[in-house]
């Protein structure tokens, strides 16, 4: 009898929590506040958000950083969120490179050729080499993979398009097609050497301390290969 008298009879509404349920959360309710803990909530992630995040561990820690779990924690997110989008690791690999490709060199290419002036048009191409650090990390990476099954065919592209896009550059600034191939090699060779020695043997690059000090130097060693003045640092 006593036992009926102190506890309810009644069904608990569906969904309810039971009494041990209800006490945890009382427990775990900071003083004062007005109800039950709610469960930490998750920022709802696009396709897009985990391309970027892709394409930021590309530029900073290489082709390794791009894994489910590390970008998983990295975003807030959980391994749900990734599945929901992609099948699996190299899925969202192609999405972030096909993704760089067209940003980073389609869209690029179309911008520049709607300057009017050639010698205009190639010094804001060679200047916009030298700015773009980030851009440059990944184009090494993916240079640095191209044996890759995803990532060889996109830098493969990339390499033709641009090359392409350089040689048609010199060649409207004067060079024969001959001039133009040599002096875009140089050019390619010099960069790109470059930023092997400053992944190697940083210290071999004193210029390349500064985020300035490395526009310029950059800048410098392009005018150099390619005869093209650049403007002045601002």
């Known amino acids: 009898m006593r036992e009926s008298i102190l506890a309810p009879t009644s069904t608990p509404h569906p969904g309810s929590p039971s009494p041990a349920a209800r006490a945890d959360q009382d427990s775990a309710r900071p003083a004062g506040h007005p109800g039950p803990i709610r469960p930490r909530e998750r920022k709802t992630l696009t396709r897009t958000d985990w391309t970027a995040a892709a394409l930021d561990a590309l530029a900073r820690d290489g082709l390794r950083a791009v894994a489910v779990e590390p970008l998983a924690e990295r975003l807030g997110a959980t391994k749900g969120s990734f599945y929901w989008h992609f099948r699996d690791r190299n899925a969202l690999l192609e999405a972030a490179v096909n993704h760089w490709e067209r940003t980073a060199t389609d869209e690029l290419i179309t911008r520049l050729e709607s300057i009017g002036d050639a010698d205009e048009r190639h010094r804001a191409a060679v200047g916009w080499v030298?700015?773009?650090?980030?851009?440059?990390?990944?184009?090494?990476?993916?240079?640095?993979?191209?044996?890759?099954?995803?990532?060889?065919?996109?830098?493969?592209?990339?390499?033709?398009?641009?090359?392409?896009?350089?040689?048609?550059?010199?060649?409207?600034?004067?060079?024969?097609?001959?001039?133009?191939?040599?002096?875009?090699?140089?050019?390619?060779?010099?960069?790109l050497g470059l930023q092997l020695l400053r992944r190697a043997a940083p210290h071999l690059v004193p210029e390349g301390s500064t985020p300035q000090g490395l526009r310029d130097y950059v800048a410098s060693l392009i005018r150099q290969a390619t005869g093209i003045q650049l403007p002045a640092a601002a």
């Open 130 to 191: 030298a700015d773009s650090d980030r851009d440059m990390q990944i184009f090494m990476v993916l240079l640095w993979n191209a044996d890759h099954p995803v990532i060889g065919p996109v830098i493969n592209r990339i390499l033709n398009k641009r090359m392409a896009f350089s040689l048609r550059l010199r060649e409207q600034c004067g060079e024969n097609a001959e001039q133009a191939r040599t002096s875009m090699m140089y050019a390619y060779s010099v960069l």
